[in-house]
């Protein structure tokens, strides 16, 4: 198998135990089946491939792997429900998955490869695989991308401090599978911390910090009042509490959007918030809600109606999906509007909004 120079580097390594750290395409599967392939070559191999999930064997690894065996004609069976291939000379190649890993114990393994092991628990290394490789003395990669500063970092850092261990760092670019051009659209697209951890390979620490890229004064600039007419529509990111029932008032500029008011009401409704905001800034211009998804089955009134439903009959129209996004990337949403990679913030809140300006974002998600 063609391998790209970084690839070539971590397979040619005689260290038993090697921790790779590679940012998003850079071939991680593609290497890990070349050393799949590389142990197999000799008879009565025992090769493992773990992936977080079974639909991560699947898609990742198991039609190529498949693929590349045969055009080999290395191939002697194929167990599709197990997931393992027999090899002419009697080697085995068997894929799992680490949600359960307790039934991994009692294997005996030539060669382990851990992919993604930031996804997985720990302890599906220390207390079932490693033991695994003691009766052949099998070796082991384990590669993926950062996942912050958690058991994969500390086994990256720990592998330059033990014997028969190497650590490996690589960016996207280097992998040689993405151009220079995509990434810095990748750049733009993502928080400075997402891009730094996705695409730079580094273990970012996010200490515990939601926004972290929120600043007190980059992130709080004054509204250009002069660009507002009685036409500019407004977009509402609107929270259902019943006390206080919150809105952020927000326009869209060239680069992202500014909030520029804030609405608060205390033991309120979605229909008085309606009248707030229509009183505040008439019925003439385009108003867009983005509230909570769930707003379609409930209400913050006794009229029986649902929030939707009040907000659609007085004139807004509604951006929302059947179900709320992944939390997770919508918090990474939003931290790429207050910073992204390129350094650009394109979240900006007005001072008038004297409310904790941290409420005005966490509404945006």
Same mark, same amino acid.
């Given at each position: ?174 992998? *040689? ?30 200490? *515990? ?133 390129? *350094? ?22």
């Amino acid at each position: 198998m063609k391998l790209t120079q970084p690839q070539q580097t971590i397979s040619n390594s005689d260290a038993r135990f090697k921790v790779a750290a590679c940012g998003r395409r850079f071939g991680k599967s593609w290497l890990a089946m070349n050393e799949m392939a590389k142990f197999a070559r000799f008879p009565d191999q025992r090769i493992l491939a773990v992936a977080p999930t079974y639909k991560q064997c699947k898609n990742i690894w198991w039609n190529d792997l498949r693929g590349m065996l045969l055009d080999l004609n290395w191939v002697k069976k194929i167990n599709e429900t197990d997931l393992t291939i027999t090899l002419v000379n009697s080697s085995t190649i068997t894929l799992r998955s680490s949600e359960n890993y307790d039934a991994l114990r009692g294997g005996k393994y030539n060669f382990l490869v851990m992919d993604e092991f930031a996804d997985m628990n720990p302890d599906a290394w220390f207390q079932v695989l490693r033991p695994t490789l003691s009766d052949m003395k099998g070796h082991a990669l384990f590669i993926g991308s950062p996942k912050g500063r958690n058991h994969f970092y500390d086994m990256w850092i720990n592998a330059d401090h033990n014997d028969d261990w190497e650590a490996f760092q690589y960016t996207t670019l280097e992998g *040689g599978n993405v151009d220079s051009d995509e990434i810095e659209s990748a750049r733009l697209d993502l928080s400075d911390r997402d891009f730094e951890q996705e695409y730079m390979s580094q273990f970012v620490s996010y200490s *515990g910090v939601i926004f972290y890229a929120f600043d007190d004064k980059l992130n709080r600039q004054k509204y250009n009042w002069d660009q507002f007419n009685d036409r500019t529509p407004i977009h509402c990111a609107i929270d259902f509490n019943v006390s206080p029932i919150t809105a952020s008032i927000c326009v869209k500029t060239n680069t992202g959007l500014h909030i520029i008011d804030e609405i608060e009401i205390y033991g309120s409704n979605t229909m008085e918030l309606v009248q707030e905001i229509n009183r505040r800034y008439g019925t003439a211009r385009q108003r867009y809600a983005y509230p909570d998804a769930t707003g379609s089955r409930t209400n913050t009134n006794s009229m029986g109606t649902s929030d939707h439903i009040i907000l659609q009959n007085n004139g807004f129209k509604l951006v929302t999906g059947k179900t709320n996004p992944n939390v997770n990337e919508s918090i990474s949403a939003v931290n790429s509007l207050l910073l992204n990679g390129a *350094g650009e913030r394109n979240l900006q809140i007005d001072p008038k909004c004297v409310k904790n300006p941290r409420m005005h974002v966490e509404v945006c998600v």
